[in-house]
């Protein structure tokens, strides 16, 4: 892909973030001995989104055998990452949902939900699985790791009554999305071409995911989310501005 292409992708995503990431923060990322955490944290980003994806389904659009059925999908991704059970190269067959997902009666929203998040699944489970075999080309293990510090310092703004909460749970989704993508791009330029590739097939494939959270929001919500959207782009930037004892895919400024 060719770096008009990727700037046409990044225009949005970086209108849309209040902050660029800082070179300090590249400059760790560019060493060959944090790879590995990258990785490692890149994997279990995948997963995190997914289930993330997949809770707000369950919790506010889909009837109880519909919740079962999500549940049963991503079980053996989570089995691999939290049991250490399970062979990875199975999965790729393992990324189907077995059941049509049946929306609430009383929600205005589920269907939208479900078919927004159920391909937002689909595709972070796959690249899951493609992380596995970069990580298996590579000869990284993986190893159980402390999240960082992002998606909990923006979660614990979130409001207490709903629909509010689950409108601010999706732009916060938005920003984590739109976070990796621009972070894909900056890693991109500093790898080997298999990594490179890769980073920049995600962003390809990604680059759109903040924007149907953002849909999703402003059509649950009651008011204009626009303020929300900047309040949350407030703390987001503050977590990657500020010095962060923890390097991570997410993390702030390497302290």
Request: aromatic share 10%; net charge negative; charged share 30%.
């Amino acid at each position: 892909m060719n770096n008009s292409i990727i700037e046409e992708l990044l225009a949005p995503i970086n209108s849309f973030l209040q902050c660029e990431t800082p070179e300090l923060w590249i400059d760790e990322a560019k060493k060959s001995e944090n790879l590995q955490v990258l990785l490692v944290d890149h994997l279990v980003c995948e997963l995190k989104a997914a289930q993330s994806a997949m809770f707000l389904i369950r919790k506010y659009a889909v009837d109880k055998e519909s919740a079962a059925a999500l549940l049963e999908w991503l079980k053996p991704f989570e089995t691999l990452i939290y049991k250490r059970e399970g062979n990875w190269r199975e999965l790729s067959d393992k990324n189907k949902l077995t059941k049509a997902m049946i929306p609430k009666s009383n929600t205005a929203y589920g269907q939208d939900l479900i078919d927004k998040m159920v391909m937002l699944i689909k595709e972070e489970l796959h690249h899951f699985y493609q992380v596995l075999e970069i990580m298996d080309e590579y000869g990284v293990e993986y190893q159980s790791i402390t999240p960082c510090r992002y998606a909990k310092g923006m979660l614990r703004h979130v409001k207490s009554f709903e629909p509010d909460a689950l409108v601010d749970k999706l732009i916060i989704g938005a920003y984590i999305e739109a976070r990796s993508c621009e972070r894909f791009a900056k890693i991109s330029q500093y790898v080997d071409k298999r990594l490179s590739d890769f980073y920049i097939s995600l962003l390809r494939s990604e680059a759109r995911h903040y924007q149907d959270y953002l849909l999703l929001a402003q059509e649950i919500s009651k008011f204009d989310i626009t303020e929300r959207i900047k309040f949350f782009g407030g703390i987001e930037a503050e977590l990657i501005l500020s010095p962060d004892k923890d390097f991570k895919f997410h993390s702030g400024i390497p302290s």
